[in-house]
């Protein structure tokens, strides 16, 4: 769905003063990335999971499950590919996501939102807002029902405020900065870890042979 698009969000990149070049490189590394979390979908559990060896008679699985709600501050300085790879990697995870788009350059979130209204992703797992991080992380931070938040920024003392007021339900908190997330190093598998809880489950087995053999 966005790539159908590819030739409005250019214009629009242009038009918060990216040079055409930029846009196009951006909105091309965009669609990219959501095909790369998109492979990772039905793959991560596998990496990520185990069998642990045990000395009982158990068998004894670690598998990463959803945190569940994640609330994001997104990148600032980008209007798309900082937006884009947010939200990807918070739903190719299974959680639900609100997510807070640039607040000078929020064109192309307004669009964004209407691709994933158009696309197959259901409704509600994707909430996007536009505003001031300033009057609205806090309330990220603090809101029972987040189970996670996300900051996409190099401010000391916002981040502190964010793990001060996250505690009151031990919510996680995953600060990402310094990141150019144009490049390779804004996708991994371990970001959709980060947002992951590990479960580990006990599954009993008879043992057989030996004294204790039970068949």
């Known amino acids: 769905m966005l790539e159908g698009r590819k030739a409005q969000f250019i214009e629009e990149l242009v038009k918060q003063d990216v040079t ?11 669609i990219d990335r959501l095909i ?4 990772w979908c039905d793959k991560y559990e596998q990496l990520f999971g185990t069998v642990n060896p ?8 670690s598998v990463p499950e959803p945190t569940g709600v994640v609330a994001a501050v997104a990148p600032q300085d980008t209007s798309l590919i900082g937006l884009v790879s947010v939200i990807a990697q918070t739903i190719a995870g299974a959680n639900t ?8 350059k929020p064109l192309c979130a307004v669009s964004f939102a209407e691709v994933i209204n158009s ?6 797992v994707i909430n996007i807002l536009t505003g001031k991080p300033s009057e609205l992380f806090s309330h990220f931070a603090s809101h029972m029902d987040v189970n996670a938040v996300m900051y996409c920024a190099d401010d000391g003392p916002i ?3 964010i793990q001060q007021k996250a505690a009151g339900n031990i919510k996680r908190v995953l600060i990402y900065k310094d990141i150019n997330w ?33 068949y």
């Open 97 to 104: 996501c609100i997510v807070l788009a640039s607040e000078t």
């Open 119 to 124: 696309s197959d992703v259901p409704g509600g």
């Open 54 to 61: 045990v000395a009982s008679s158990h068998f004894n699985f």
């Open 182 to 214: 144009l490049t390779g190093k804004g996708q991994s598998p371990y970001y959709i870890l980060d947002s992951q809880e590990i479960k580990t489950t006990w599954h009993p087995i008879e043992n057989i042979g030996g004294a204790t053999g039970g």
């Open 159 to 161: 981040q502190k405020e």
């Open 20 to 30: 055409k070049t930029q846009a196009q490189k951006e909105v091309i590394v965009s």
């Open 36 to 39: 790369y979390y998109a492979g």
